[in-house]
């Protein structure tokens, strides 16, 4: 449809140029020989806007087919430079790591629960926000559903008071109040869950001088095997009130070494991140197996599964000789 749109322009332009230019030469002749000079002067106006069309018209198709289409090649060269020099350094090159966008104000928790299959894998690391009380229920129901969580949650301490004292609206002594209230819930989940369960839990409370670098939400979607991160950060607003950013990448099993490659993406480096400060905690809970004294800082359900839920999805050979450290 289109082409024929621009074929029929073109036709109607050519019908301009010529019969502009036979109303110049017809009405020139009839000024000329006409016998009552009366109206002599209409004739040549008609004859003069005749020319004037055509020549209008021919200097307009000339631009287009001559002038026009250089300046257009001369433009494309243009944006094509622009394009390379900016656009390809920011939007391509941060889809080609991975970045997806940022939520729109705070991170739908309900909508990403329920989004969850069996075999899937939640990692969290996330200094404790109250309103994730409100959760707990969804934790539960998808871990009897078949997903994986894996949780490194911060426990009562100087990290913990010099978090809750840079949140507008929290004291230090009521933020560690809905942080214990939290780990109880915790233990609550893992209390129901049971062998008949498809999926597990394991929780490290951990004792951090510092706080962590960055708040992180991790989806491993086994299905579609597809990795999804939500990052954010440690700012005065509690961190669920807070915009994430939003990255996915494919799911690999092993990305130790990954960013010495040209393919690196921010998720890789998320979950190695993650995977290393798990293995830190969980070689604690090894040296105190080894020395058989209790340790009181891991949540895990099943209680007959205490081996896997210490364990992550697709832990590499690299990764596991962390333990070694």
Same mark, same amino acid.
């Given at each position: 449809?289109?082409s024929?749109?621009?074929?029929l ?11 502009? !230019?036979t109303?110049?030469? *017809?009405f020139? *002749? %009839? +000024? ?7 109206y002599?002067?209409?004739l040549? @106006?008609?004859s ?5 069309t055509? *020549?209008v ?10 002038i026009a289409?250089?300046?257009r ?5 243009i944006f094509?430079?622009v394009?390379?020099?900016?656009? &390809?350094?920011? *939007?391509?090159?941060?889809k ?18 329920h989004?969850?299959y069996p ?6 690391l996330?200094? !404790?926000? =109250? ?5 707990c229920?969804?934790?539960? %129901?998808?871990i009897?559903k ?7 949650? %911060?426990k009562?301490?100087? +990290? ?9 609206g !929290?004291? +230090?002594e009521?933020?560690?109040q809905?942080?214990r209230l939290?780990?109880?819930s %915790?233990?609550?989940?893992?209390g129901? @869950?049971?062998?008949?369960?498809g999926g597990t ?5 951990? &004792?951090?001088d /510092?706080? =962590?670098?960055? =708040?992180?939400?991790?989806? $491993?979607? #086994?299905?579609?095997?597809v990795?999804? @991160? ?5 700012l005065?607003?509690? @961190?669920g009130?807070?915009?994430?950013l939003?990255?996915?990448?494919? $799911?690999?099993?092993?990305t130790?070494n990954?960013?010495?490659?040209e393919?690196?993406?921010? =998720?890789d480096?998320?979950i ?12 604690? $809970?090894t040296?105190?197996? #080894?020395?058989?004294?209790?340790? /009181?800082? !891991? ?8 081996k896997?839920?210490f364990?992550?999805?697709g832990?590499? &050979?690299?990764?596991s /000789?962390?333990?070694?450290i």
């Amino acid at each position: 449809m289109s082409s024929n749109l621009n074929i029929l322009k073109w036709l109607f332009a050519l019908v301009l140029i010529f019969g502009g !230019f036979t109303v110049y030469k *017809v009405f020139g *002749v %009839l +000024a000329t020989d006409v016998g009552n000079k009366e109206y002599v002067w209409l004739l040549k @106006i008609i004859s003069e806007f005749g020319l004037f069309t055509s *020549v209008v018209i021919s200097v307009g198709f000339f631009h287009h087919w001559i002038i026009a289409t250089e300046e257009r090649k001369e433009t494309e060269k243009i944006f094509q430079n622009v394009l390379t020099k900016y656009i &390809d350094k920011t *939007v391509i090159n941060a889809k080609k790591r991975g970045f997806l966008g940022i939520t729109e104000k705070e991170l739908d928790f309900s909508e990403i629960m329920h989004s969850l299959y069996p075999g899937d894998y939640v990692y969290w690391l996330i200094t !404790f926000d =109250p309103r994730y009380r409100h959760y707990c229920r969804e934790f539960e %129901l998808a871990i009897k559903k078949g997903a994986h969580f894996r949780m490194l949650v %911060l426990k009562d301490g100087p +990290a913990s008071e010099l978090h809750a004292k840079e949140i507008i609206g !929290f004291g +230090a002594e009521e933020f560690r109040q809905y942080n214990r209230l939290f780990l109880s819930s %915790l233990e609550d989940i893992a209390g129901h @869950i049971t062998e008949k369960d498809g999926g597990t839990l394991g929780v490290f409370a951990y &004792d951090y001088d /510092n706080l =962590p670098s960055t =708040p992180l939400f991790m989806v $491993l979607r #086994k299905k579609t095997k597809v990795l999804e @991160i939500f990052n954010s950060f440690y700012l005065s607003e509690p @961190i669920g009130r807070m915009p994430y950013l939003h990255w996915q990448a494919e $799911l690999k099993n092993d990305t130790s070494n990954f960013f010495e490659s040209e393919q690196w993406s921010m =998720p890789d480096l998320f979950i190695d991140y993650f995977h290393r400060r798990w293995m830190v905690e969980r070689h604690k $809970l090894t040296t105190v197996d #080894k020395e058989k004294s209790s340790y /009181n800082d !891991f949540i895990y359900a099943p209680a007959s599964a205490r081996k896997k839920c210490f364990s992550l999805n697709g832990e590499s &050979d690299t990764v596991s /000789n962390l333990e070694s450290i």
